[in-house]
């Protein structure tokens, strides 16, 4: 963050990555909090030498940034406040002779991270600190052991595992691969890790256990398919039309809720070859967010994996956090899965990308034919994936007729993807931010737009 970006961000509302203490003297003793809130959340700037009165900023100085500065990063860095030593970055910068330190935390890969005791951690929830809940808690150390929890083995046998599903599943495999065929039953499920030295893992349980032997170690396992006739759940005629009944394992969840959704998205008809085209972009999409789902989830979670299927959209809610930002997702930088030997089967059954969560796939194959992003909302107990279909689109579009012209392309902008921020609008319509700023206020104040979430994670919403 150089002085000018600063600047705009004192002049701006309100920011979920940005927080001001005055610091004049000393370092403030709610300045751990929001270390800790960082470091637990998605990273952020902490910045010293500034007053914050109710949205107006002033800038006071520190009196001893020398001092202050060494005595912040030895904290941080001794590892005796904190549960773990924590690097962090350091600027200075002068405002006519009055010295602002800021401080960069980044989001850690081992948490929670907490000082003095665990009843001292916190979370970043729009601009402000928040003590973690239980849950919220238990969800950061579970985290801490991410990818490892699957391969966790039980006590169970191959022979235990349900017979009907492993051979549906080696028929499957062998159709694509008759290499599959040269290889015994007991060879190929070590080498998928459903089983590691003849005891069955976490997840080759999930995948291809009994209702009854994974009750054994999930008491109350399912995934949460409704459909509701409506845009809610209140002006729905009735609570639903449909709720899956409970299946065996993962491998009957995935056939039976896929056949139930590619009858609720436009899959117009086109050939490849002699056959229909089923693999078009949206339905890829849809197929990629179950599998993300099913293989992404916490299952540990009291929550429930879960598939809502609405009149104007599709959901896909997984109990866990995403383990970085979407944008960081979507360019496949980062491959580490919650549960490495469910997506590894997902990927031997060609159902799933082969790098990555999949998240560019689903948003382009999305755009591509109901012109509009699907939208991510991002929390430390769980992660959502909302799919709008074309009749909110087509509603969207009729509403837009009403908007002044000038700001047209901003709605444009809006609808073509919610999650797009300030910045980036003023970059893509060659505007000054202040300038998109002050016409996002006025939308928003003549009711045309609304915000959903902070400024980091949330997104726009065009009202009909």
Same mark, same amino acid.
């Given at each position: 963050?150089?002085?000018?970006?600063?600047?705009?961000?004192?002049?701006?509302?309100?920011?979920?990555?940005?927080?001001?203490?005055?610091?004049?003297?000393?370092?403030?003793?709610?300045?751990?909090?929001?270390?800790?809130?960082?470091?637990?959340?998605?990273?952020?700037?902490?910045?010293?030498?500034?007053?914050?009165?109710?949205?107006?900023? #002033?800038?006071?100085?520190?009196?001893?940034?020398?001092?202050?500065?060494?005595?912040?990063?030895?904290? $941080?860095?001794?590892?005796?406040?904190?549960?773990?030593?924590?690097?962090?970055?350091?600027?200075?910068?002068?405002?006519?002779?009055?010295?602002?330190?800021?401080?960069?935390?980044?989001?850690?890969?081992?948490?929670?991270?907490?000082?003095?005791?665990?009843?001292?951690?916190?979370?970043?929830?729009?601009?402000?600190?928040?003590?973690?809940?239980?849950?919220?808690?238990?969800?950061?150390?579970?985290?801490?052991?991410?990818?490892?929890?699957?391969?966790?083995? #039980?006590?169970?046998?191959?022979?235990?595992?349900?017979?009907?599903?492993?051979?549906?599943?080696?028929?499957?495999?062998?159709? $694509?691969?008759?290499?599959?065929?040269?290889?015994?039953?007991?060879?190929?499920?070590?080498?998928?890790?459903?089983?590691?030295?003849?005891?069955?893992?976490?997840?080759?349980?999930?995948?291809?256990?009994?209702?009854? $032997?994974?009750?054994?170690?999930?008491?109350?396992?399912?995934?949460?398919?409704?459909?509701?006739?409506?845009?809610?759940?209140?002006?729905?005629?009735?609570?639903?039309?449909?709720?899956?009944?409970?299946?065996?394992?993962?491998?009957?969840?995935?056939?039976?809720?896929?056949?139930?959704?590619?009858?609720?998205?436009?899959?117009?008809?086109?050939?490849?070859?002699?056959?229909?085209?089923?693999?078009?972009?949206?339905?890829?999409?849809?197929?990629?967010?179950?599998?993300?789902?099913?293989?992404?989830?916490?299952?540990?979670?009291?929550?429930?994996?879960?598939?809502?299927?609405?009149?104007?959209?599709?959901?896909?809610?997984?109990?866990?956090?995403?383990?970085?930002?979407?944008?960081?997702?979507?360019?496949?930088?980062?491959?580490?899965?919650?549960?490495?030997?469910?997506?590894?089967?997902?990927?031997?059954?060609?159902?799933?990308?082969?790098?990555?969560?999949?998240?560019?796939?689903?948003?382009?194959?999305?755009?591509?034919?109901?012109?509009?992003?699907?939208?991510?909302?991002?929390?430390? #107990?769980?992660?959502?994936?909302?799919?709008?279909?074309? #009749?909110?689109?087509?509603?969207?579009?009729?509403?837009?007729?009403?908007?002044?012209?000038?700001?047209?392309?901003?709605?444009?902008?809006?609808?073509?993807?919610?999650?797009?921020?300030?910045?980036?609008?003023?970059?893509? $319509?060659?505007?000054?931010?202040?300038?998109?700023?002050?016409?996002?206020?006025?939308?928003?104040?003549?009711?045309?737009?609304?915000?959903?979430?902070?400024?980091?994670?949330?997104?726009?919403?065009?009202?009909?």
């Amino acid at each position: 963050m150089n002085k000018v970006e600063l600047i705009k961000k004192l002049e701006d509302i309100e920011w979920e990555d940005f927080e001001v203490k005055e610091a004049h003297s000393e370092i403030p003793k709610n300045s751990w909090e929001t270390v800790s809130a960082f470091s637990n959340t998605a990273g952020g700037w902490l910045i010293f030498g500034v007053k914050k009165e109710g949205k107006e900023y #002033t800038i006071i100085g520190v009196s001893n940034p020398e001092k202050i500065q060494q005595d912040f990063i030895g904290v $941080l860095r001794s590892g005796e406040k904190f549960n773990k030593k924590l690097e962090v970055k350091c600027k200075k910068y002068s405002f006519e002779e009055k010295i602002v330190l800021a401080f960069y935390m980044p989001v850690s890969k081992s948490k929670p991270i907490f000082y003095d005791n665990p009843k001292n951690t916190f979370i970043r929830t729009g601009s402000g600190d928040q003590r973690a809940t239980y849950e919220e808690l238990n969800a950061l150390f579970r985290d801490s052991a991410f990818g490892t929890k699957d391969k966790e083995t #039980t006590n169970f046998k191959l022979k235990d595992l349900d017979k009907e599903t492993l051979k549906r599943f080696q028929n499957y495999i062998q159709s $694509l691969d008759n290499s599959y065929l040269n290889i015994s039953e007991e060879e190929l499920y070590e080498k998928l890790r459903v089983t590691i030295d003849g005891k069955v893992t976490i997840g080759g349980l999930l995948m291809f256990g009994t209702e009854d $032997l994974i009750g054994k170690v999930f008491s109350d396992f399912m995934i949460d398919y409704i459909e509701i006739r409506g845009t809610s759940y209140s002006d729905a005629p009735e609570r639903y039309t449909y709720r899956m009944p409970l299946q065996k394992n993962l491998y009957n969840y995935f056939f039976n809720i896929f056949e139930r959704l590619i009858t609720r998205i436009d899959i117009p008809f086109k050939t490849k070859g002699a056959f229909r085209d089923e693999n078009q972009p949206q339905v890829l999409a849809i197929r990629e967010a179950l599998v993300n789902l099913l293989a992404h989830s916490d299952y540990f979670s009291t929550m429930k994996p879960r598939v809502r299927v609405f009149s104007d959209r599709l959901e896909f809610m997984n109990p866990g956090s995403l383990p970085a930002s979407v944008d960081v997702l979507r360019k496949q930088e980062l491959t580490l899965p919650r549960n490495p030997i469910l997506i590894k089967i997902f990927r031997i059954l060609k159902l799933a990308e082969n790098a990555g969560y999949g998240f560019d796939k689903m948003f382009n194959g999305w755009k591509s034919y109901y012109k509009i992003y699907p939208l991510v909302e991002n929390s430390i #107990t769980f992660y959502k994936i909302t799919f709008p279909l074309k #009749t909110k689109w087509d509603n969207v579009l009729k509403s837009t007729r009403k908007v002044p012209e000038k700001y047209q392309k901003i709605i444009d902008e809006l609808i073509a993807n919610p999650a797009i921020s300030r910045i980036e609008l003023a970059t893509k $319509l060659n505007k000054k931010l202040t300038t998109i700023q002050s016409q996002l206020r006025k939308l928003v104040k003549d009711g045309l737009i609304k915000r959903i979430g902070p400024d980091k994670g949330g997104h726009w919403e065009v009202n009909q």
